[in-house]
T-cell receptor, first 115, second 107 residues
Framework: DTGVSQDPRHKITKRGQNVTFRCDPI?????LYWYRQTLGQGPEFLTY????????KSRLLSDRFSAERPKGSFSTLEIQRTEQGDSAMYLC?????????????FGPGTRLTVT | KNEVEQSPQNLTAQEGEFITINCSYS?????LHWLQQHPGGGIVSLFM???GKKKHGRLIATINIQEKHSSLHITASHPRDSAVYIC?????????FGTGTRLQVFP
């Protein structure tokens, strides 16, 4: 098992374009989280899934953002009509989430630059 | 006011010095993480704790649930410890992060 992977690692796009990021969690981890980190700040929660169900979405997740985890394995995060303020590192994490586990394992992140 | 506050925001040290980073939180938590982030973005979990103290090599983490406070200590600091250290609390199954402490250790 190679850990949590994210693709692409870097994305440069022009304002107004749509972008999609992918996260592959550690196999058999049933929880998957998306976070966003802007420069000089700590990460902020965006949304999370348990299996294929999206259990919570942050107010930060405007209607331009959508996330899916259709088969309870990998997840995608799409941003429509990107804005310069969307420039950030998008982090994915997965968790086995058994009864006593609050561990989260992070991917390397996707750095988005909107020009 | 942020729900998770860290201090200091920036820290410089000479190799060998004892380092302390503090974290205070204002929400109910199930556990607290100390994370390390190197340039380039990758985040590594150093500790997860819900009570008491944990030690791993030169790193020690403590938590006081009653005072809603945790500390991360690095003994005999080394230049390879230079990174951003982030405190994050588990609140309703998601993490709430502090803004991080940027540590630079000089030889």
């Amino acid at each position: 098992d190679t850990g949590v992977s994210q693709d692409p690692r870097h994305k440069i796009t022009k304002r107004g374009q749509n972008v999609t990021f992918r996260c592959d969690p550690i196999s058999e981890h049933n929880r998957l989280y998306w976070y966003r980190q802007t420069l000089g700040q700590g990460p902020e929660f965006l949304t999370y899934f348990q299996n294929e169900a999206q259990l919570e979405k942050s107010r930060l997740l405007s209607d331009r953002f959508s996330a899916e985890r259709p088969k309870g394995s990998f997840s995608t995060l799409e941003i429509q009509r990107t804005e310069q303020g969307d420039s950030a590192m998008y982090l994915c994490a997965s968790s086995p989430r058994d009864r006593q586990s609050y561990e989260q394992y992070f991917g390397p992140g996707t750095r988005l630059t909107v020009t | 006011k942020n729900e998770v506050e860290q201090s200091p925001q920036n820290l410089t040290a000479q190799e060998g010095e004892f380092i302390t980073i503090n974290c205070s939180y204002s929400v109910g938590i199930s556990a607290l993480h100390w994370l390390q982030q190197h340039p380039g973005g990758g985040i590594v979990s150093l500790f997860m704790l819900s009570s008491g103290k944990k030690k791993h090599g030169r790193l020690i983490a403590t938590i006081n649930i009653q005072e809603k406070h945790s500390s991360l200590h690095i003994t005999a600091s080394h230049p390879r410890d230079s990174a951003v250290y982030i405190c994050a609390v588990v609140n309703t199954d998601k993490l709430i992060f502090g803004t991080g402490t940027r540590l630079q250790v000089f030889p």
